[in-house]
């Protein structure tokens, strides 16, 4: 398996650069490096899944050490959760956020995320 870490890019957006993570082509098995959340940028946020599934489930997750990590929960309450393409807005002041992906088979999941604060 391997080790997935974030990348940033900027998505010019009228006319203003938005940041924007991307988790790309997650498997099952790889370990996910979590992204570090610096100074307030996490007050509000959006993330999108998409990719292949093959019946994975892909989750967000945030944590204040970066070792114990918790499910996310979306702006009504229920987790963040999906197990086809999705898009879900949150808030946050976690530490750390980073996707998990559970079961499935020939999966590459995609997780965008784009912090705002």
């Known amino acids: ?22 988790w790309a082509d997650i498997v099952t098995g790889d370990t996910i ?6 100074a307030q940028a996490a007050v509000a946020g959006a993330v999108q899944f998409g990719g292949t ?14 070792g114990t990590f918790f499910d996310m929960k979306d702006l009504t309450g229920a987790i963040i959760t999906a197990t086809s393409a999705a898009f879900f807005e949150f808030t946050c002041a976690a530490m ?3 996707p998990v992906v559970t079961s499935g088979s020939a999966n590459a999941v995609d997780v965008l995320l784009v912090l705002r604060g």
């Open 1 to 22: 398996m391997a080790t997935v870490s974030p990348t940033f890019d900027f998505v010019k957006a009228q006319a203003a650069y938005v940041p924007r993570v991307t």
């Open 33 to 38: 490096v979590a992204l570090p959340i610096a």
């Open 53 to 66: 599934f093959g019946g994975a489930t892909v989750k967000l997750q945030e944590s204040n050490d970066g």
């Open 96 to 98: 750390y956020l980073r």
